[in-house]
């Protein structure tokens, strides 16, 4: 190679050199600017409303997507709802009808494709609910793709229902409370529920209908009131925590499931506790799996 | 050439001078996708000053013809829709006249005075709301704050958009709402932070892949290389095998499990028959995947050792070669997913290839059972077309060929 040739290859390269880095700038020039073009809004909405002095309320809350935490709320305020979501594919809804004491509360989706999968910061949508305890509530709750942390304990529950669709939820009950809740009724599509204390409801009935999942229930709690409870599991595994001194009369339907009988003795198609028919606390179980393990722990 | 170097470096250079003097980015913003972010939030409250010093003239706004435009106050449930039409109505030219029924609109600052009562909806833009009286209706602020003092009242509900409610006293009896403006709220930034996440995601897949590609060629070369070989040389009919077998995948899962259930022993079967199914499946289509890398590569490598370009030719280097020029599509949407229309296209077209190329390896994986049938390889000549012609060739060097056997004398 001449020295001619040599040359001109490094005036080329020389050339490839400044294009490359024209490119880069032009590139770093765009990508600025492209997080502008692409960046995605969130907002912020709030309501709430003082007491004054109502006795009951049904609650409907619906939220599609997000975080979501629920509880109490401080004397003075019937509800409250502090929201973060994102505006292009949710709206906030709360709505209350004075004259039936009903509450609509929720984010909603606008049905433009659910959450944005390409974008973790999606995840960031959230609210935090307040509800009354001093008045008498019928709680509806419908959680979509969420991950939700539902703290009822001290409320006035009269009834409970729950719908979980995909979605990974702790319904504690952190403190007795103080209504004579009828009936809870659970629904999870697949996910993964976990029930804490659910004694301190004070439900005396407990419909919990299993998809496919995890589910865990805490049968426990100060309150002593007697529970009948019809668990159906299709797929999963259902962890019961039955608290000792209470008498456990455990009826069991399975289909392809294991089950472990620690702690009960067998009478004919039942599962009952030593101390049943003495004990101040009953509690009567239906279980339903067909296809995983239910599991007792006792404590 | 000056001109355009200059201009080269201007708008970074302005765009990096913005971003530094602003103080968010004295806090935290130090990569570019931070950068973009402090740029954004200057911006806005650039334009939010912008907004607050140009304060309205305080005047009611006269009510609108019949068939005018006109808003109701008294749902507020949907606050985001009411928002929405409120800016709507302020695009429109010209002074702006508007209806409230059973109330009035008012704009910039307004104030009600102690010991009076407004009867109905009051609906205030770009001001603040200084309640002192008594307002016996829904208030509702757009660009502008709610203020309730003590002694005051608000029968109704109250809606802030783009502002606060203060309501010391608990004087409003009704709901108290507000909806934070888009630029108050955190803005996401999903341009740099996105393409970084990708370009991160995608690194991972391919050291994945390429990790179970080595395994594979290490230890299983000859599966490999027959899969390859069947991609290579049945194409076509890969390809229409791998689609026929997507379609029969989850009906064959159905047969299967229904199957078993109908049977006393084959229930228990159940579990271990779905999760083997599955495992099955996966290990067929990353199998194909591979093998089609393994083809892409060596097709590419034997051409350019055409061209004389030395290189060593090995499954190692044809599997390496072939998944990064499968992944290099989706290293173009990594960077330039962005874009708002052309990056739509990229992703389709992504996804389209792969899908194709994984359709074919799919289908060549089923055709050659996994690499252990070789049929549709290539390798096997046809019993007629042989002869034994090849034992008698005289070779070229080396060992001397072996005497043609003559018929012994009669």
């Known amino acids: ?299 | 050439m000056r001109l355009q170097f200059t201009a080269s470096k201007a708008l970074p250079a302005l765009l990096s001078l913005i971003a530094c003097s602003s103080p968010a980015f004295a806090r935290t913003a130090r990569g570019p996708d931070e950068v973009a972010a402090s740029v954004i939030e200057w911006l806005s409250d650039f334009q939010q000053d912008l907004q607050a010093n140009r304060a309205e003239t305080p005047q009611a706004i006269p009510h609108a013809e019949a068939n005018g435009p006109s808003i109701s106050l008294d749902q507020l449930a949907d606050a985001a829709s009411i928002e929405q039409r409120l800016r709507q109505l302020f695009e429109g030219n010209g002074p702006l006249r508007l209806t409230v029924p059973n109330g009035r609109a008012w704009m910039g600052d307004f104030g009600l005075g102690t010991g009076d009562t407004l009867r109905g909806n009051l609906l205030v833009l770009r001001g603040t709301a200084e309640i002192f009286g008594r307002l016996e209706g829904n208030i509702v602020a757009l660009d502008g704050d709610i203020v309730v003092h003590r002694g005051a009242s608000v029968s109704g509900d109250a809606l802030a958009l783009s502002g606060r409610v203060r309501d010391a006293d608990r004087a409003i009896e009704g709901e108290i709402r507000s909806l934070s403006s888009a630029s108050d709220a955190s803005t996401v930034s999903t341009g740099g932070g996105t393409v970084f996440r990708r370009i991160a995601g995608l690194l991972g897949v391919f050291l994945i892949l390429a990790a179970i590609g080595v395994g594979l060629v290490t230890f299983a070369r000859p599966t490999l290389e027959t899969v390859s070989d069947t991609v290579r040389h049945s194409l076509g009919r890969a390809f229409v095998t791998g689609l026929v077998a997507q379609m029969l995948v989850i009906p064959t899962f159905g047969m299967l499990v229904v199957g078993l259930a109908l049977t006393v022993v084959g229930v228990l079967l159940i579990p271990f028959a779905v999760a083997a199914y599955l495992l099955l499946f996966l290990a067929a289509v990353v199998l194909g995947i591979l093998a089609m890398s393994h083809a892409m590569g060596e097709s590419y490598t034997r051409r350019r050792m055409a061209l004389g370009v030395l290189v060593s030719p090995n499954s190692y280097r044809y599997v390496g070669v072939g998944l990064a020029a499968m992944l290099g599509l989706w290293g173009v949407w990594a960077l330039f997913g962005w874009v708002p229309v052309a990056g739509t296209l990229v992703l389709g077209g992504a996804a389209m290839v792969t899908w194709v190329l994984g359709t074919v390896g799919f289908g060549a994986s089923l055709l050659s059972r996994a690499g252990i049938r070789p049929d549709f390889a290539g390798r096997l000549v046809p019993p007629e077309a042989l002869t034994d012609e090849y034992l008698w060739a005289t070779p070229q060097m080396g060992v001397p060929a072996v005497k043609r056997p003559t018929p012994p004398p009669k």
């Open chain 1, 1 to 299: 190679m001449s020295w001619v040739e040599s040359g001109r290859r490094g005036s080329k390269g020389v050339e490839a050199r400044r294009a490359v880095i024209n490119a880069l700038r032009l590139a770093s020039t765009l990508f600025v600017c492209a997080s502008t073009l692409s960046a995605q809004t969130m907002r912020e909405y709030t309501a709430s409303r003082p007491y004054k002095g109502e006795q009951r309320m049904t609650v409907k809350l619906e939220f599609a997507a997000g975080e979501l935490r629920l509880m109490p709320a401080a004397p003075g305020t019937l509800y409250r709802m502090e929201s973060r979501y994102d505006s292009e594919r949710y709206a906030p809804r709360s709505e209350y009808h004075d004259p039936t004491r009903e509450l609509e509360l929720g984010l909603k989706s606008e049905g433009k494709g659910g959450i944005r999968v390409t974008n973790s910061k999606q995840l960031d949508q959230q609210a935090t609910v307040w509800l009354s305890p001093e008045v008498e509530l019928g709680l509806a709750l419908s959680l979509g793709a969420s991950e939700s942390r539902i703290d009822l304990g001290g409320l006035r529950l009269r009834d409970l229902q729950l719908e979980v669709g995909g979605s990974r939820t702790r319904l504690t009950f952190s403190r007795p409370g103080v209504g004579s809740c009828r009936e809870a009724v659970v629904e999870v599509g697949a996910g993964e529920l976990e029930v804490d204390r659910f004694a301190n409801s004070g439900c005396s009935r407990l419909r919990l209908n299993g998809g496919v999942g995890l589910v865990s229930l805490d049968l426990g709690g100060q309150a002593d009131g007697n529970l009948a409870a019809e668990v159906t599991m299709t797929m999963g595994r259902l962890t019961l925590k039955l608290p000792k001194g209470a008498g456990v009369r455990l009826t069991l339907d399975r289909f392809f499931a294991s089950f472990s009988p620690a702690g009960f003795s067998r009478q004919g198609e039942q599962f009952v506790t030593p101390d049943y028919s003495t004990a101040r606390r009953k509690i009567d179980l239906r279980v339903a799996s067909s296809v995983g393990a239910v599991k007792v722990e006792w404590y």
